[in-house]
């Protein structure tokens, strides 16, 4: 009986001193902090993040000064662009209205007669020679 | 400076020149010489059921329009000066030949209308009620003389800006001149082309060289005969007049067309008409002082 009180605590004790001592490898008490903190890749890392940061914040003021550039540049082609439209629609009722005179000055002749408008006037016989130029249209059978 | 518009109206290719400086004057005249076709086109067309003409065609009688009044005066007019050779009763002969659709559909699809037509009905003007009246069975195209009267109106127009020409196919109207020569003009003659230089002249072509197709194995044309009311069987391909106006070009032309080629010489030289004939032959004869 004694004897296997004995064993039971000898046991106890050698569990206890084996997990200790894993606790303790585990531990690894002889790795330094210093060591870990002075590993190069960590080192390349900040580096590379600090630069791209700084990039990053180039890139910012160049992309925020092509922006003022861009509308200042917009804002003038707005303006011409308004001011062509404005006129191209000034033109356009002044010919509107050149057409709607000039169509009903014809239209209020009384009855057909040869066309004589805007002071060509037709002649009694036709004015018509044969020369030997260039045509500007030719004729097609109708 | 030559401005030109080009637009399609009246089933041909219509063209526009004016000698004058582009602007708002020039653009205006352009655009009022386009509307004035628009404008005729939806008066004077058989092919558009909405039109006075065929109002009149379908009822017998029409309240007409100034337009529709003055060209079928005109063409009436042509009728009695022509000894009948011009007639705008030709409807029904022309329907009978084939040519019931406009020419690009007749070309495309073949004719299919039978039979002939008569030719010669009375038509009644009257100007003071503005009305029109057929004799019944008789109906009228103005096809031969519509696009004359609407050339010289966008001629007209068009002047006002400047020195015109207007080409509607084989419909041609100039007006002042451009330069020291005048609107220089080709006329297809049977081997070659004959330049003429035009100012306040007008020049129409009427023929059976391009509006043709076939039906029961014949050839057909548009230009009738309205003593038979059949496409006139004449010994010319093809007459080009020189007038004042295109609408009496276009009353001539196919006038002579149908008086053949001795009866149109003789007739131009009597009239001293400038003229370009080309024979089915293959010959060119230049008559009516034309040199």
Excluded at chain 1, 1 to 16: E, I, P, S
Excluded at chain 2, 4 to 33: C, H, I, K, N, Q
Excluded at chain 2, 153 to 158: D, E, Q, S, T, V
Excluded at chain 2, 260 to 276: D, F, K, N, R, S
């Amino acid at each position: 009986m004694t004897n296997h009180v004995v064993r039971l605590y000898a046991f106890t004790g050698a569990v206890l001193v084996l997990f200790l001592t894993w606790a303790a490898v585990a531990a690894r008490p002889w790795a330094s902090h210093a060591a870990a903190k002075a590993d190069p890749r960590w080192a390349a890392l900040a580096a590379r993040e600090h630069r791209l940061r700084h990039e990053a914040l180039v890139v910012q003021r160049v992309v925020a000064r092509r922006w003022r550039v861009y509308r200042v540049r917009l804002a003038a082609r707005q303006r011409a662009i308004s001011t062509a439209v404005r006129r191209h629609q000034q033109q356009l009722a002044a010919a509107r209205a050149a057409a709607a005179a000039a169509a009903a000055s014809y239209a209020s002749a009384p009855s057909y007669s040869a066309p004589s408008s805007g002071g060509y006037s037709a002649p009694a016989a036709p004015s018509v020679r044969v020369v030997t130029l260039p045509p500007v249209t030719i004729t097609r059978t109708s | 400076m030559i401005l030109t518009r080009t637009f399609r109206a009246m089933g041909t290719d219509v063209e526009l020149f004016l000698a004058a400086d582009p602007g708002p004057a020039s653009d205006a005249a352009l655009y009022a010489a386009e509307r004035e076709f628009e404008r005729v086109e939806a008066l004077l067309s058989r092919f558009r059921p909405d039109s006075e003409l065929s109002a009149l065609n379908r009822d017998g009688h029409v309240a007409a329009g100034e337009d529709l009044l003055t060209v079928v005066e005109l063409a009436l007019e042509a009728r009695e000066r022509t000894n009948g050779r011009f007639d705008p009763t030709v409807h029904d002969a022309l329907v009978g030949a084939g040519y019931d659709r406009t020419f690009e559909e007749v070309a495309r699809e073949g004719a299919s209308s039978g039979g002939g037509g008569r030719c010669g009905g009375e038509v009644t003007v009257d100007r003071a009620r503005g009305s029109i009246r057929l004799e019944p069975g008789i109906h009228v195209d103005l096809g031969g003389i519509g696009k004359g009267y609407t050339v010289d109106r966008a001629a007209a127009i068009l002047s006002s800006a400047g020195p015109a020409l207007v080409d509607a196919g084989g419909d041609i109207a100039a007006l002042g001149r451009p330069d020291a020569l005048g609107w220089r003009v080709g006329i297809e003659t049977a081997e070659d082309t004959l330049t003429l230089a035009l100012e306040d002249a007008a020049v129409a072509t009427s023929g059976r060289d391009r509006r043709h197709w076939r039906r029961d194995g014949e050839e057909r044309h548009h230009l009738i005969d309205p003593s038979t009311g059949r496409p006139a069987d004449a010994d010319l391909v093809r007459v080009t007049v020189v007038e004042r106006t295109a609408v009496e070009a276009d009353v001539l032309a196919k006038s002579l067309f149908l008086a053949g080629e001795a009866g149109a010489t003789a007739e131009a030289t009597a009239l001293g008409l400038p003229c370009v004939l080309v024979t089915a032959d293959g010959r060119t004869v230049i008559a009516g002082g034309l040199s």
